[in-house]
Each structure stands twice: as structure tokens, then as C-alpha cells.
């Protein structure tokens, strides 16, 4: 909307000008005003685009109305037209252009000429104030840019500099006004470069180059160098110049390529001793490692041995922690930068004592291993006190990470070997069905619970189709539909049929999942479980099948790390524990605290149904983390075996079949073995209807409150599975009543042997009086106060055991 405001005391000469104006100019708005003052007030609130005012006014004449809205800052750049049919002569014209008027208009108007002449004044008024915005927008742009910039005139005088330019340079503007760029800024190797630049911009064309310029006190800097004529209306009439400091990136880019270099080393080269060499010789490119040596510290002997050591004046092999540089950055978990004075200071106060050759400067930093140290990588100087900084030990931070990498990785080739027995183990030995299968559906490998379960070998098998070979026609379709699922990357759970080799049909439960190997999926394995038994006792009593625990077992190795195959095997540790679901429809009233040490755990809990026997245990496998995971999916599979196929529901019996079946698992009977692992048992058997419960034990009590009072019922002090010195290993029962209202507690021994930070244990004493003062609480309550006391005891220190408490309101 373009405004005017029209200032004239004849209100006639108001009304017809203003009819003029809105019947002439779209989108117009028209003010006015019977006085000097008033219109003055008028034009500093609306700002309009131009001012129509008159000379002849009684209160203020128009001369000193344009004078006054010339020198304010708000209006001086609005266009004014003076109009008047008095004054017409020369001279009043002159006076009202020198007191800022743009143009003169003689009464009586003329409408056509009124209408040009305003239109022309809101031409200038738009264009004025595009020019003050572009004059701003530069100014603004050019005194707070990040580069320097230098306007020069066409002999390469300087015309202009901005803030950065002085900041790079040294150089104020008085300084070096009107002064020839190259004399002050090129140096003199760099002069024939830069005249020759300079005559290509000269001609028209414009440059950018990397080179070196010198700064007011000699220095020489690195720069990028743009340079660019300046054209007026088409015509050259100087240059500007854009000069960046480069030289943080050229640091950058020199620091950047050795670090690529060291982390491509770690990945590429095998051997640790070659690699430290290798890292050594590409970091004296950056940094000075004229002695550079690798400590690494053995928590046992309590040693520090140096397996790699570059050094002027003295030769370690290995030493005592004591108070060294070494052990103090061991200590602390934290970078040093030795200076003299710092080392004056920890020698002082007790922190160090020195050993060896007086370095003038020390720099060393940890050497961490999934945020523990294992040692210090450092380097140190006796000449130079400062050889290094701050900005040294980012560097030298990066390169431990590096050192710390690559030592993973040997640990982890080494357990990897191991990992791999367990898991053949695991595969071979499992009494579930487990096969190995390919993204084309094409079976790759079956165990021996496969063949005893459909009668198919390995050797039958290999190459064919699973879905051909055990998915009866009428459901073929939804079989391969669910092949085609986990080929696409799902994890699938699902009870269904399958025919065996003879064409019997059987129940299954079967979970599928696929197999990552660094991002791509290279197979599927699947778990089959015969059901058909629990399918023919639950299809009478309950209308829902409860799902099956999904198990993920998903193998991501990378360099054959072996996180991936600890993750992989708490998948299938997760799939065997006893649905939450399940438990809670039967239980009503219970918590469970179950805190694996490791990523899987050698404890486990577990439950069944059988009628109105209610059977829960808590089993602590020799072991923690894999092994002790290998072993908890043979107990599962053992006990669910026991109870839910063979209906044995006695509780010492269950042992007793428990135990031989671990020792015949892991072919412990027939001395083929060195592994004697076993459980820890405190298993219960509640039969609500008889108000009745029968506890057997293998090296575990089970722990019962009533009436304020608690009891402890030991178990037999006697494993599952290992060494079986005496004929038959027997397990005896012991029988109570249920008081309504009363708890009881089944646990492994992790809880009461986790210590504090000062070596204590829980203790067993601890953890019954904590059961007995906080027995009448809500189950919730229960857990949380147990967590939080166990939390509070631990203060930090790492969980020593996996940890399984289960409580049960009878």
C-alpha cells in the first residue's frame, strides 16, 4: 500500500487533491494534515512514501516544515514536493531545494502533472531504500565476515579493510591506507606468484589459490586468496581481495591423514609388535615420539611390563606400579602432561617418586578396555620442557584407542576359539531340534535332537528343502511363507504341525531367526520343539496357547568379535526362561530379581503347571556369562523334559534325574569330557489344594516366613552333575504346611556374595534379616527395597555373580 500525506491549510485544496490521488494511483492511502505540526507528527508515525506540502501556512510555513522534516533521522529520506501559487519565482525554488525539497509543483495544480510527479517520488522513495538496505546489508557483511577482506583501487593501493583483515594481519587500516598491498603481506619467494595473480584479475578474470603471506611482525601464515575485479556500470575500477587462514586445516588435514593411517594399520596388520612400530614411525610425522614406549598393567602381579619401548636413555622391561608417571595416570584414569613444574608439584606432594633418567616433559595417557585401563601410552622428552601441549594429548588419546583396539581384538580371537566349543557343544548336544538354513530355504545343518525327532540325518538332508522335507502339504503354504519371513530378516515364534520321516505328524513350537554377519543376513536358524504331549494335556483346559518366549539368536560378527556371539547366546538363554505371563495367571503374588553379571547369566528360574502342582526353581549354573548359559539351556531343557514329558513330580526325584541327565549331556558319565560343570538347585513343589510344600535341594536352602518367624530349609550338600564319587546320587525331601499369608524365598548364592567396595560380602546372615524385616511389605515394595539394598552395599563395585531372588506370597 503506497502512502502520501498532503500538508495545506485550505481544506479545499485537501479534499480535491486527495480525490485526485486515490482515483489515479492504485492501492493508495492518502493522509492529511491543516498544519505544519500536525503533519509533521503524521509523517513520523506513517512514514509515507512522499509528502505533498504547501508553502503558505499560518502557523508554520511549509520552508520550515520541509527544513525540520529534513534534519529529523525518522523522515530526512522521504521525497517532499513543495506546492504553491505565490511563491513561483526562481528564487523560491532555490530555497526550498536547499532545504531538501525533491520537486516543485505550481498552483493551480495540474492533475496529470500532480500524478507523474508523485508517482516519480515514490520511485526514488522505493529505490532509496533498496539502496540503503543493500549499503547496509554489504557493510554488515563485510565487517563481520570470518575471512579477511581488502578492497584495493586499480594499482593495488588499499582502499579498505575489514576487522579479520587486521586480526590476520597485524595490520590497522591508517596503517597501510593507500599503501600497496604486495609490499606489506606477499613475501618475497611469494612476489612473482602474486603479481602474476593480479594481472589475471586485471584483465577481468578473478582468482583463487592457495599460497603463503606473511604477517606484520614476519610470520608466515597459510592462506586461501580469492581475488575478484570490481566492476561499476560495466567498467573495472579495482579489486577486493578474500584471504582465509588455513592454518588450523592444514594441521588438521596433516593430523587427520596420520590417524586414518594408524586406524587402517590396526585393522591391517597382525601382529601387536609390528603395529606399535608402524604407529610409532606415523606419529613422529605429528607429534615428536623420539621416546615413545606402551605400559601395560598386570592387576595380579601388580606389575608394569613395557612390550614396546623406544627410549634415549634407559631400558624397562617391567617394574613394580609403585608411584610412577606411569602408574599415577594408571591410578587417576586420566591424561598427563608432565611439565616441570607439575612434576615438582606430584614429586612434593607424595603423588610420584622418580625412577630413572629427569624428563623435562612427560606426556602419557590411559590405555582403556571397555572402560577399564589396562596400561599408558606416553612419550616424553629429556631437552625440550615444551615439546608438547594440550592439543598433543587429544592426539595421543586417539592412539590409545587405537593400541586398546587392536589388543581387543587378539583377546577376542583367542576366546573366540573357545566360544566356538561351547557353542558346537550347545548345537550338538541340545535335546531340541536345531537347524541351520540357508536364505533359500536349502538346509545347511541339523543336530542330533533334529534326527531323533524326525528321523532325517544329516547326510539326508543336506541341500533339500526344510519346507519339502517336514511341512505336511496341507499347511506347505504357510510354511514357506514363514521361511520367506525370517529370509527377509524376521524373527518369527509360531506352534504348528510337522511330519516326521515315518509320516507321523507332530506338535512343534518353532522360533526362526536370522543370522547377521556384518549387517548382511547369511542364514536362518530355527529351534524345534516337540509339544505334542503338552498340546494333548492343555488342549483340554485352556482355549490359548501361550506364545513361546520369541528367541533371538542373532550372530553379528565383525573381525569374529566376540560380543556377537555372547549377544546370540542370550537370545537363546531368553527364549528358554518361563513366560511372565504364565507365571503371573498362576503365582497371583511374586516379584523375581534377575541380574545377569554378564550379558547372559549362569542362573536361571523356572516354572511349571502340572494339575495342581505348582513347581518353581531357581538353579545357579557353574559359571557366569556363556558357560554358565550353555549350562542353564541344559537344565531348562533337562527339567521341562522331566516334569511336562515324564510326569515325574516329585521333587528329589526331579534332582536325581536332573543330575544324570546333565552328566549324561556333557558326557560326564563316561569320562569323555573335561568339563564337570553343574547347578545349584532349590526347587519347590506347591500343592495349594493340600496346603502342602515339598522342597529338595542341591546345595541351596529355601527360605520360609510365618508369623514373624523365618525358617531355613537346607538343601542337600550336593551338586547337580560334575563328579559322582558314590554309586547313585540321592536327594531327600522336606515337607511343610502352607500358613496363608507367609512368604517364601528361593535365591542363588550371587546376591549374598556381592561385595562392597571394601572386600565384604552381603552375606547370608544380612540378606535373611532384610527378608524378615521387610516380609509383610507389597511384593513391589519387596524388590525395590532388596535392589535398593543391595545397590546401597555395592556402592559402585562391579557385580561380582549373576543374581536370581524369587519371592512367593503363599
Known amino acids: 500500500m503506497k502512502k502520501i500525506l498532503v500538508i495545506d491549510d485550505q481544506i479545499e485544496s485537501l479534499v480535491a487533491i486527495k480525490d485526485v490521488l486515490t482515483s489515479q494511483i492504485s492501492e493508495c492511502e492518502v493522509f492529511t494534515a491543516q498544519s505544519g505540526p500536525e503533519g509533521i507528527k503524521i509523517a513520523k508515525k506513517e512514514l509515507p512514501d512522499t509528502i505533498l506540502l504547501d508553502i503558505k501556512m499560518p502557523e508554520m510555513d511549509g520552508f ?91 594499482n593495488q593501493n588499499i582502499l579498505d579493510i575489514n576487522p579479520q583483515f587486521e586480526s590476520i594481519f597485524g595490520y590497522s587500516l591508517n596503517e597501510i591506507k593507500g599503501k600497496n598491498i604486495d609490499k606489506y603481506i606477499v613475501p618475497k619467494d611469494k612476489l612473482s606468484e602474486a603479481i602474476k595473480i593480479t594481472e589475471k584479475v586485471l584483465q577481468g578474470e578473478t582468482s583463487k589459490t592457495e599460497s603463503i603471506r606473511k604477517r606484520k611482525d614476519g610470520s608466515l601464515v597459510p592462506v586461501t586468496i580469492g581475488l575478484a575485479p570490481i566492476l561499476v556500470e560495466g567498467k573495472q575500477v579495482g579489486l577486493y581481495g578474500i584471504y582465509r587462514d588455513i592454518t588450523e586445516r592444514k594441521r588438521g588435514e596433516q593430523i587427520q591423514s596420520v590417524l586414518y593411517n594408524i586406524a587402517n594399520a590396526v585393522h591391517t596388520t597382525k601382529e601387536i609388535d609390528e603395529l606399535l612400530s608402524l604407529i610409532r614411525d606415523y606419529l613422529s610425522t605429528i607429534i615428536d615420539t623420539t621416546n615413545f614406549y606402551v605400559a601395560l598393567y598386570d592387576k595380579k602381579t601388580n606389575t608394569i611390563s613395557l612390550p614396546y619401548d623406544v627410549d634415549e636413555k634407559d631400558k624397562f622391561t617391567s617394574f613394580p606400579v609403585g608411584k610412577t608417571f606411569t602408574s599415577y595416570v594408571i591410578r587417576t584414569e586420566k591424561p598427563l602432561l608432565a611439565t616441570g613444574e607439575v612434576q615438582n608439584n606430584l614429586v612434593k606432594s607424595g603423588e610420584v617418586e622418580l625412577i630413572g633418567t629427569p624428563a623435562k616433559v612427560w606426556l602419557g595417557v590411559p590405555l582403556k578396555l571397555r572402560d577399564e585401563v589396562i596400561g599408558v601410552v606416553a612419550v616424553q622428552s629429556y631437552t625440550d620442557a615444551s615439546l608438547y601441549t594440550e592439543k598433543d594429548v587429544k592426539i595421543l588419546e586417539f592412539v590409545s584407542a587405537q593400541i586398546a583396539t587392536a589388543i581387543e581384538r587378539k583377546k577376542a580371537e583367542k576366546t573366540l576359539q573357545i566360544e566356538k566349543a561351547y557353542f558346537e557343544q550347545l548345537f550338538e548336544s541340545s535335546p531340541e531340534a536345531i537347524v541351520l538354513v540357508d536364505n533359500n530355504s536349502k538346509l545347511l545343518k541339523v543336530n542330533k535332537g533334529f534326527t531323533k525327532m524326525f528321523g532325517y540325518t544329516q547326510d539326508e538332508v543336506a541341500r533339500k528343502s526344510i519346507d519339502d522335507l517336514i511341512a505336511p502339504g496341507t499347511i506347505h503354504n504357510e510354511a514357506s511363507r514363514l521361511t520367506k519371513d525370517v529370509a527377509k530378516g524376521k524373527d518369527i515364534a509360531i506352534e504348528t504341525m510337522r511330519r516326521c520321516k515315518n509320516g507321523n505328524l507332530i506338535n512343534v513350537s518353532i522360533l526362526g531367526t536370522p543370522i547377521n554377519i556384518e549387517g548382511g543376513q547369511i542364514a536362518v536358524y530355527g529351534i524345534y520343539r516337540d509339544i505334542t504331549e503338552r498340546k494333548r494335556a492343555e488342549e483340554e483346559r485352556e482355549k490359548l496357547i501361550k506364545k513361546l518366549t520369541e528367541a533371538k539368536m542373532i550372530i553379528e560378527e565383525k573381525n569374529e568379535n566376540i560380543i556377537s556371539s555372547i549377544r546370540y547366546a542370550k537370545r537363546i538363554q531368553k527364549a528358554i526362561l518361563p513366560v511372565e505371563k504364565r507365571m503371573s495367571a498362576v503365582l497371583k503374588d511374586y516379584f523375581i530379581i534377575f541380574k545377569p553379571r554378564d ?13 495342581d502342582r505348582i513347581f518353581v526353581a531357581a538353579i545357579d549354573c557353574t559359571g557366569h556369562g556363556v558357560p554358565g548359559a550353555f549350562m542353564s539351556m541344559i537344565g531348562n531343557s533337562l527339567l521341562n523334559k522331566i516334569v511336562n514329558e515324564n510326569k515325574i513330580f516329585n521333587p528329589a526325584k526331579i534332582l536325581e534325574q536332573l543330575h544324570n541327565g546333565v552328566r549324561l549331556s556333557l558326557k560326564q558319565e563316561m569320562g569323555e569330557t573335561d568339563t564337570f560343570d553343574g547347578m545349584d538347585v532349590c526347587l519347590c513343589m506347591i500343592e495349594k489344594n493340600r496346603n502342602k510344600i515339598t522342597f529338595a535341594g542341591a546345595k541351596r536352602p529355601l527360605y520360609y516366613i510365618r508369623n514373624s518367624e523365618l525358617i531355613e530349609f537346607k538343601g542337600d550338600r550336593k551338586p547337580i552333575g560334575g563328579r559322582q564319587r558314590e554309586v547313585k546320587r540321592i536327594f531327600k525331601n522336606k515337607e511343610f504346611t502352607i500358613l496363608k499369608g507367609s512368604m517364601l524365598y528361593l535365591t542363588t548364592d550371587g546376591f549374598a556374595d556381592q561385595s562392597n567396595p571394601n572386600g565384604d560380602k552381603f552375606g547370608s546372615k544380612r540378606l535373611k534379616k532384610l527378608l524378615l524385616n521387610i516380609h509383610k511389605y507389597s511384593l513391589h515394595k519387596q524388590e525395590k527395597a532388596l535392589t535398593k539394598d543391595l545397590d546401597s552395599f555395592q556402592d559402585g563395585e562391579p557385580q561380582r555373580d549373576d543374581i536370581l531372588v524369587m519371592g512367593i506370597r503363599l
Not at 495544480?109 to 508517482?119: E, R, W
Not at 550379558?599 to 494339575?611: A, E
Open 599 to 611: 550379558i547372559v547369566s549362569g542362573d536361571f528360574y523356572w516354572f511349571s503347571k502340572f494339575d
Open 64 to 154: 520550515e516544515v520541509c527544513k525540520r522534516l529534513k534534519t529529523d533521522e525518522i523522515t530526512k529520506n522521504i521525497p517532499i514536493i513543495i506546492e504553491t501559487g505565490i511563491y513561483t519565482d526562481s528564487e523560491t525554488h532555490i530555497k526550498a531545494l536547499n532545504l531538501g525539497a525533491d520537486a516543485f509543483l505550481t498552483k493551480p495544480l495540474d492533475a496529470s502533472k500532480l500524478i507523474a510527479q508523485v508517482n516519480v517520488m515514490i520511485r526514488i522513495k522505493k529505490s532509496n531504500r533498496e539502496l540503503q538496505k543493500q549499503r547496509n546489508y554489504f557493510e554488515a557483511l563485510f565487517n563481520s565476515a570470518p575471512a579477511a577482506i581488502v578492497s584495493l583501487d586499480m
